[in-house]
């Protein structure tokens, strides 16, 4: 949150939702809050969850994004 701009910063917010994910080793984490950032005409929302769990991007997000994943 430091290395945003103010002027991103002043509309972060956070929100409370009811999720739940899906790991491959069959284990679920429940996320009870998400944050919500502005990036340029988009939202991204941040699922934080009370576990160790790496920062993750969703496909969606980088559908959404137009990211390219080259896997090779």
Aim: proline letters at 7%; aromatic letters at 10%; one cysteine or more.
């Amino acid at each position: 949150m430091r290395g945003l701009p103010e002027s991103v910063r002043s509309k972060v917010f956070e929100q409370p939702v009811e999720m739940s994910f899906r790991f491959g080793n069959n284990s679920v984490v429940p996320c009870n809050r998400a944050m919500f950032i502005p990036v340029d005409k988009f939202w991204i929302k941040i699922a934080i969850v009370e576990t160790r769990t790496p920062f993750l991007i969703s496909n969606n997000v980088c559908r959404s994004l137009g990211a390219i994943i080259d896997t090779s």
